[in-house]
Structures are given as C-alpha cells and as structure tokens.
C-alpha cells in the first residue's frame, strides 16, 4: 500500500512539473529575471550613445528624488487617478444599479456603454484629440464655453482623465453587475415594506452589500490609472505647451528608456511607480477594514 | 406615480449615457467621409458629408498598407491566444489538481507577476528581443505573451470549481494523469479557456507600447502602434485619420456584436489588468 502511495506521488511530480514547466521557463525568463535586471539597471547610467553601463550605486534614485519633472510626473499621475478612479466608480455603480432592474433594452445599454473596452485606445485617444480640437472640434461647437481643451496646461490631464472615465465605465458597471446579482431580492422588499425609498436602499443596502465588490473594482482601477500612458501619448504631442503638466510616470519611463536612450534612469522611474502603487494598495488594504463589509 | 416618473428619470439618463458613450463613434464616421475643407468648416458647422465619399479609405489602406498590418495583428493574436490558452490550461491543471514539490513556490512566482507593473519587464525584454534580433517581427511582438500568469491563475481557479469524483471515477477507469487532463477535465474548462482567449485577443489587439517598441518599422507593427505612428504623420488631416483609426476598430466592434456575452464574460474576468 505504502509503495503504491509513493508511486503514485512520484508520478504526480513528475507530471505536475511537466505540465508547468512552459510556464515557469516562460515566467522566469520573461518576468522574474527582468524584473531583478530592472532593479539591477536602476543602480546603473546607460553611457554616451547607449554604450556600457556605468555603474553609479543609488546616483539615479537621488536624482530622482531631486528631479522636479519626476515630482511633476507623480503628481500628474496622480491627479489622473483621482479624477478618473472615484468618478468612473461612481458612475458605473449608479448604472448598474439601474440596469439591475426590469429595464427594457438592457442588454442593449449594456452593450453600448461597454463598447470602449474592445476599442483599441489609440484609436479612442485620436477620436477624443478630434473632438477637443479648439478651432474644429465638436465640443467647443456644441459647450458654451470655448477651451483649449487639451493644450491649456491647467485642464489638458482632466480632460485625459475623461477620456479615461469613458473608457473604462462599462467595464465597471458589468464588475458591479455581477455583484449586485449576489444581493438578495429580499433585503429590498423587506426594505420597501419599512418604507425606505429608492435612494435610502441605495446606500444602505446596495452599498454595504455590494463594497467588497466595489473594493476590488477601486485597487485594480487605482493599480491601471497609475499605469496610464496610452491615452496621454497619443493626445498629447512632443510639442504640447501641457506635456510637462500632462506626462505620466509611464511616459516618462518610456520617454527616458527608448527616446533619450537612458535606461538606467528609466528603469530607475519604472521602480518607483513600482513602490508608489505597492504603497498605494497596501493603504487600500488597511483602509478596506473601515468600510467593506464581508459577510 | 412616484415609481413612473423615477423609472422615466432612468431612462432619460440612460439614454443619455449611451448618447454620450456613441458621440465619439459617430463622429469618427461621419469625419471618415469627409473633405478635409468639410471637416475644418466652422461657419455653418458641418456635420453631415457633402456626399459620402471613400477616398479618405482609399488614400489609408494604400499609404499605410493596412492589408499587411491587418495580418501582422491577426498573426499576432492566433499566436498569442495559441500560446496562452496552452500553456495557462496545462500549469492551471497542475497548480489545482496535482501535488508536487515546488508547487507552492512556483505558484507564489504565478502570483508576483500578477501583482507587478507590466512596464517593470519591458527594458530587459526589449534587450531579449533585440538581441535575438526580432525586433520587427512577428516574433518580437509575440515574445512577452508566450506564457501568461493571469492564465494560469484563471484556468487554475476553473479546474479547482470541478468536482474531485471525476477524477477518481477516470483513475479508476484506468486512465492516466495525462489522459485524465485531456478527455476528462480539460473539456470541462472550455468557457474559461474562451474567456482567457478573448481577454488575450483584446489585449494583444490593443497593446500600444510594446509595438512601438519593438516594432517601429510601420510594416511590421500591429494596427494600434502603426495609428500612433500615422498620427505623428498626418498631424491635421482629421479624415484621413478617422478613416484609419475606423479601419482598425472596425473588426473588434463587429465580433463583439456578434459575441457579446463571451466577450463581456471573457474581459470582465480579467480583473482589472486590461
């Protein structure tokens, strides 16, 4: 019996490694080694024309703390995930509410607002770059009030993060969907029956019930907005006034490692933001203590 | 009374919200058609083309060779869901039904790629790349998604949901771990297998950074970066623009009418990383 048992365990290694293996060769060299050569790269100064590495110990981590672009850079990024992560919540949790009911056409709405989602972002930001342009563009037809909507240094990251608020909605509201499926029918009738209205349900069923779901949609969202880069590069042009109010720590990462040819210090900016969204989630997980509800 | 007039509010606001959802998509086809003087017309506002005309198309698909683009990326999305749906199903299997040394370990590496900025592997695999010399190829733009973490935690998680009978029902029959893996338990997880494929195909399609990188010649890039590039080019021609950035959306849009609950389904389990 015993004997079998060992055979048996043999066998189950020997499989369980051979059914991995692509996977961890794969992991291995395409994400845990570069993962430690960016770190090792950050201690380094990529020489004149991209030649040798030079090695400067914490040179580049104090430069960074130093330089004011970076500080900038965060700061963009940060304002971008502000904006765009509460509001395309709010939003989405109020749509899903509504077509958590007997709506007609609710597949159809469904439909609509998650379209974005399969559109490639280089293609939304070139829609949305149209539609700001401040001499053609529709909204400065249509608004009362003319703008430059993406050139003026003051407003140009919040109307990125609008077009980041649109994209990202309908994958959202069907996170919130599926959530408010769990909640049971009941918890709204009884409330009905004690006379809470539709607003009152909302916050004190809908809400607590629904924020372990809600939770999960806010850190992966703040861990994407971070990461923002698409949408900023294809609106905003090397030559835009509002670059430098607009740049995330991505576009600057990119713009370091495969524009100015400095990968050390690119791999330097790419490890901070690894540090700031490690802070930024592990906030999250302390904070959840206050307001999720697991049941 | 009350519950009519709330239920109208929603609506109107729904409606609104999907109005504000399909401007953009409008506007992007109705410029597509377009003159350049039509489009830059401000007194009256044009908002209709004079005559629908399809040389805005004409003049992309030749000037930017949307045919070649048009395999690049579909090549590149057979490879990539090849790859991932392979490889994820088989460590998937592995990681939720077999006991081996390691495992533990191994599953933790699954986990920390998971939980890292993909921009954090992007120098050091560009360096693999170039000096494999694939940079401009296919297998360049493939190469990060020969193996996918978020896969194998996903196809992990579907194996785990499958009752443990099954598998004692198909040793007792005599069949073995691999075949119990292939006509036993693998069938099972074919929504999941779709949805990982479908998250794949989107991602891939949509991907801007690692094209541009590693493919910066425009034939050989994928449709998303060959946009970046075209924009770069032809900085005001908004109807030129327009009917390229249609062109390469158009096919998305049309599968997932076609598919939309595998494609809703298949996105929404990606949990946050698209």
């Known amino acids: 019996m015993n004997k079998k048992t060992t055979a048996r365990e043999k066998n189950e290694f020997l499989w369980g490694w051979i059914f991995i293996l692509p996977t961890m060769i794969g992991l291995v060299v395409l994400n845990i080694y570069p993962m430690l050569q960016t770190i090792y790269q950050s201690f380094f100064k990529t020489g004149d024309f991209g030649k040798g590495n030079i090695f400067v110990g914490l040179a580049n981590y104090r430069k960074v703390f130093g330089d004011a672009e970076v500080w900038q850079s965060l700061w963009n990024t940060i304002k971008y995930a502000i904006v765009e992560v509460p509001l395309s919540v709010a939003i989405a949790l109020i749509l899903a509410v509504f077509l958590n009911q007997k709506i007609k056409g609710r597949s159809a709405f469904r439909t609509i607002f998650f379209l974005p989602m399969v559109v490639a972002p280089a293609a939304v930001a070139m829609v949305w770059k149209w539609l700001y342009n401040s001499q053609f563009g529709l909204l400065n037809h249509v608004l009362p009030m003319k703008r430059n909507w993406v050139s003026d240094p003051k407003i140009a990251i919040y109307s990125i993060a609008v077009i980041g608020i649109w994209s990202v909605i309908g994958y959202n509201m069907v996170l919130f969907l599926a959530g408010l499926q769990e909640v049971p029918r009941d918890y709204y009738e009884a409330a009905a029956i004690d006379g809470a209205g539709g607003v009152t349900q909302f916050f004190h069923i809908t809400i607590p019930l629904i924020s372990p779901t809600m939770f999960f949609v806010v850190v992966t969202r703040v861990i994407a907005a971070m990461q923002v880069f698409d949408l900023i590069f294809m609106v905003i042009d090397a030559n835009n006034p509002a670059l430098k109010k607009t740049q995330s720590l991505v576009y600057l990462f990119y713009d370091y490692s495969f524009n100015q040819g400095n990968k050390g210090y690119g791999a330097t900016v790419v490890v901070v933001l690894l540090v700031v969204i490690a802070l930024l989630t592990v906030l999250q997980m302390i904070g959840q203590k206050k307001w999720v509800h697991y049941s | 009374m009350h519950k009519k007039s709330s239920m109208i509010l929603i609506y109107v606001l729904l409606i609104l919200v999907s109005a504000t959802m399909l401007v953009p998509f409008a506007w992007m086809v109705l410029t597509a058609f377009k003159t350049v003087s039509e489009s830059t017309q401000v007194d009256p506002f044009v908002i209709f083309p004079g005559k629908w005309r399809l040389d805005n198309f004409e003049t992309v698909i030749e000037a930017m060779n949307f045919v070649r683009l048009y395999i690049n990326t579909i090549l590149l999305i057979a490879l990539r869901v090849f790859c991932a749906v392979l490889t994820a199903t088989l460590s998937g299997y592995a990681f939720a039904r077999l006991q081996f040394k390691g495992k533990n370990l191994m599953f933790s590496l699954v986990l920390l790629q998971m939980m890292i900025p993909g921009q954090i592997f992007i120098i050091p695999q560009y360096v693999m790349v170039s000096k494999l010399h694939w940079t401009n190829s296919i297998w360049g733009l493939l190469f990060p998604g020969l193996v996918t973490a978020f896969g194998t935690f996903l196809l992990r998680q579907a194996f785990m949901g499958l009752p443990r009978d099954l598998e004692e029902a198909a040793r007792l029959d005599g ?49 998303a970066s060959a946009l970046a590039k075209m924009q770069g080019q032809y900085a005001s021609n908004y109807p030129e623009l327009m009917a390229a950035a249609l062109i390469a959306c158009i096919p998305m849009i049309v599968l997932y009418l076609l598919f939309q609950k595998q494609f809703i389904e298949g996105i929404a389990t990606s949990g946050g990383k698209l």
């Open chain 2, 175 to 223: 069949c073995n771990i691999p075949q119990t893996f292939l006509f036993v338990m693998s069938p099972l997880t074919k929504s999941s297998m779709v949805a990982l494929g479908i998250f794949t195909a989107v991602f891939a399609y949509k991907e801007l950074m690692w094209p541009m990188i590693v493919c910066p010649d425009s034939k050989q890039t994928t449709l």
